[in-house]
């Protein structure tokens, strides 16, 4: 029975030969594959299915390893274009200095009705001061 999943590129095979030199390198230094894994934020088993050549890992996780580990630049691909996912550290409201001096008999509800089956609509008037 053959692998399942689609087919790799020539392209993808070629880096898939070049991420299995340098994880199986990785793996001989001190620390081994523990240490990679903790280094990249990936299982052991990812770990070791790279250093195999049976996967490729994900564009942030190759990025990871050619800024941590010295000397490491893929051929086919420029880690540089891969962004970091910025974490939200706390969502806040934020205060809008004209809404301050709004009073609730400034707003008036012009409308309330349904807009298809999962949403209501509600319709606001608001008089801003001068």
Do not use: C, N
């Amino acid at each position: 029975m053959g692998k399942r999943g689609r087919r790799h590129t020539p392209g993808e095979k070629q880096l898939m030969l070049q991420v299995r030199k340098v994880f199986s390198a990785k793996l001989e230094e001190e620390g081994g594959a523990k240490k990679v894994a903790k280094d990249l934020g990936v299982s052991l088993a990812s770990v070791y299915k790279y250093a195999a050549g049976d996967d490729l890992p994900r564009p942030e996780v190759l990025r990871d390893a050619q800024e941590k580990w010295p000397g490491v630049k893929w051929d086919l691909i420029d880690v540089s274009q891969i962004t970091r996912k910025k974490k939200i550290t706390s969502p806040e409201q934020y205060v809008l200095s004209f809404l301050q001096e709004v009073s609730t008999e400034d707003v008036e509800i012009t409308k309330i009705g349904p807009k298809g089956e999962r949403i209501l609509q509600v319709s606001l008037s608001i008089r801003f001061p001068a």
